[in-house]
Nanobody, 122 residues
Framework: VQVVESGGGLVEPASSLRLSCAAS????????IGWFRQAPGKEREGIGC???????LYPDSVKGRFTNSKDYAKNAVVLKMKNLKPEDTAFYYC?????????????????WGQGTQVPASW
């Protein structure tokens, strides 16, 4: 089981960015995939979860701005972010616990990607 993030990059106020989480060793209809982020000096924050049925969950901090979807052709989850703010600056990670089809646990012993940086230009 492996997940690999891509798509990070420098952002400007109110801009948009798309991150991808490519899964290998399993298909998207088997396990839920979660997105987390961590800014320097801050706790890791869950920012989205998409389960095997495609149902999504977001915290208030990103609701209405971030959207999770599945690209079955690439076996990847896509996180679309819009109206980016300074507080969105962080390292972004995707993960799966490779056992739960419905929820995203974010435990340290889950399968995590290496992360992709979303730095701010302001």
């Amino acid at each position: 089981v492996q997940v690999v993030e891509s798509g990070g990059g420098l952002v400007e106020p109110a801009s948009s960015l798309r991150l991808s989480c490519a899964a290998s060793g399993f298909t998207l209809d088997v396990f839920a995939i979660g997105w987390f982020r961590q800014a320097p000096g801050k706790e890791r924050e869950g920012i989205g979860c998409i389960n095997t049925t495609g149902a999504t969950l977001y915290p208030d901090s990103v609701k209405g701005r971030f959207t999770n979807s599945k690209d079955y052709a690439k076996n990847a989850v896509v996180l679309k972010m819009k109206n980016l703010k300074p507080e969105d600056t962080a390292f972004y990670y995707c993960e799966t616990d490779a056992s739960d089809y419905e929820s995203c646990t974010g435990n340290d012993n889950d399968y995590w990607g290496q992360g992709t940086q979303v730095p701010a230009s302001w």
